[in-house]
């Protein structure tokens, strides 16, 4: 009698998970591991999207899967109220005072809490009679859009 091979692990809350994913929008990839480094992270830890994570579950080691996520389902829909101008000098005193910003960069920023960072994309940067500032929108990229998430479950622990 042959011992029975061992089901393969099995993604639950909790689970560490070293995968390779990829995250798109309608104007293409977000973010690509599948070129490099698998990435490593923990199932719970706020390291990928609620709706992302529930997708995850349940997939065992070794899976390859891609799952097409509706508008607004997976980073929410868009805020106006996260598109906001920041005064030069809010930034001068939050970071770097040499930085210069253009359109299209990412600035992070530490949370007011001081437990973690959140980033910014710079919209216009305006000087003028109103003063030095730069509008932001803290709007996930992809919020409000379809998304395509691909995978493939390299380990699960």
């Keep these: 009698m042959t011992p029975a091979t061992p089901a393969p692990a099995q993604v639950q809350p909790g689970s560490f998970l ?3 994913y990829r995250l798109s929008g309608p104007r293409g990839d977000i973010i690509n591991t599948f070129a490099g480094k698998p990435a490593t992270l923990s199932l719970g830890a706020g390291e990928l999207s609620p709706a992302v994570e529930r997708r ?8 390859r899967v891609a799952f097409d996520i509706p508008a607004g389902e997976a980073f929410g829909e868009r805020n106006p109220a996260m598109v906001q101008w ?4 809010l930034l001068l005193e939050m970071g770097d ?8 960069d990412v600035v992070e920023f530490p949370a007011p809490d001081g ?3 959140y980033a910014g994309a710079v919209q216009q940067v305006r ?8 509008l932001f929108d803290f709007n996930h990229p992809l919020a409000g859009q379809p998304v ?5 479950l390299i380990g699960v622990l």
């Design 56 to 63: 995850l579950l349940g997939l065992h080691e070794g899976a």
């Design 115 to 117: 437990a973690g960072h």
């Design 86 to 89: 920041v005064a030069r000098k």
């Design 97 to 104: 005072p040499a930085a210069q910003y253009q359109v299209g």
């Design 148 to 152: 395509t998430f691909e995978v493939h």
């Design 127 to 134: 000087s003028d009679a109103g003063g030095d500032a730069v």
């Design 18 to 20: 070293t995968l390779h």
